[in-house]
């Protein structure tokens, strides 16, 4: 070989050592980006091009030019080689943990976890109080991921008691712990007949309910209003249709008329005086069909956060209704995903302020 070909031959090794470093941590997957590509989105931004115009050009969807821009600097600071530097850094394995790294992160996420918000609660919460500070927002992923493997060192084992599953399978979605207690009940309006408006949580006022139960007699009634996602529990001494009718009756009457306009129950014989309860109260009160819980699953999910706090087989009797109600403070002021990371008492204070 000629000197000039020895001398063509050493000024192109670093350019091949680089690529092997590369490839000594991944491969680059087949749908991403190239250099190529984004050397021609830098050379788009910089000639004042449309985002569709250059993802027509390269065959990409325009949000994924988008994305690209965004998570790289925006149009005034978008650089090729920085970006597809970047992206190399990013698929980099293994990662470190961001809660082992940011460990005032892993504080916050832990207070919130002992307070018993659930994983994508937390994360929720961070995303929608921190949106413009990255060191503030880690995924529910991760928090699941560093408390089930404990060799991450982020979180520790003991956080584990506060998830709201603690049991290792999953259970059908028709299962209930509906019993031979749930009887035939007269006179029953069908779920069916709900107005629209009850369906579609357009107006607030509609509830659910159902008696959560504890051990042996013990039991307390539990109500969620559909828009809001407001709890309300209320202490029922015994599971006789008067003595839970009249409990019911007494909890209506806190609330004003526009804020109380449906209740949806299932078929248990506690409510076989239904009808006492809407003569007394002017509130309509519809059934779901037999043995289908799932039609009133706003409740059913709600009764499944009460759990935390009322396991299976205690006794919650025990409770007065001012511990209830301290109870159903705590997961009102709860963020929820549904409700876009609000919590049901911010929902629920702002039907009150639109009822005058």
């Given amino acids: 070989m000629s000197s000039s070909g020895q001398e063509a031959g050493k000024r192109i090794q670093p350019v091949q050592h680089v690529r092997s470093v590369h490839a000594e941590y991944t491969t680059r997957a087949g749908l991403a980006l190239t250099l190529a590509e984004r050397e021609e989105i830098s050379r788009a931004v910089a000639a004042g091009q449309s985002l569709r115009s250059v993802s027509a050009r390269l065959g990409r969807a325009p949000s994924t030019i988008s994305r690209e821009l965004q998570r790289n600097g925006g149009l005034e600071c978008y650089r090729a080689s920085q970006a597809d530097q970047a992206a190399w850094d990013r698929a980099q394995r293994p990662k470190a943990c961001k809660l082992v790294e940011n460990r005032r992160l892993a504080g916050v996420v832990a207070s919130k976890l002992q307070a018993l918000w659930s994983p994508e609660q937390v994360a929720g919460w961070l995303k929608r109080t921190y949106p413009n500070d990255e060191t503030h927002r880690v995924s529910h992923e991760t928090i699941y991921r560093s408390l089930f493997i404990q060799a991450r060192g982020a979180l520790k084992k003991e956080l584990l008691q506060h998830l709201r599953r603690t049991r290792v399978m999953r259970r059908s979605r028709h299962h209930t712990q509906k019993t031979d207690n749930h009887g035939r009940i007269t006179e029953v309006v069908s779920i069916s007949e709900r107005p629209a408006a009850t369906d579609d949580r357009a107006v607030p006022g509609h509830r659910e309910g159902d008696l959560l139960f504890g051990n042996r007699d013990s039991q307390i009634a539990t109500l969620v209003e559909l828009q809001t996602r407001y709890v309300m529990l209320v ?43 809407t003569l007394a109260t002017d509130i309509q009160v519809y059934f779901c069909d037999p043995h289908s819980p799932w039609q009133r699953g706003t409740n059913e999910n709600t009764n499944g956060l009460l759990r935390q706090y009322f396991p299976k087989g205690s006794d919650v009797s025990a409770f007065s209704q001012a511990q209830l109600n301290a109870v159903a403070r705590k997961l009102n002021e709860r963020p929820r995903k549904t409700l876009d990371y609000e919590t049901p008492a911010e929902r629920f204070s702002q039907s009150v302020a639109a009822t005058g």
């Fill in 235 to 277: 202490k029922i001494p015994a599971k006789d249709t008067e003595t839970v009718v009249n409990a019911l009756i007494k909890n209506a009457r806190k609330l004003p008329q526009e804020l109380y306009k449906s209740l949806t129950w299932d078929r248990g014989k506690e409510m076989a005086a239904h009808k006492r309860f």
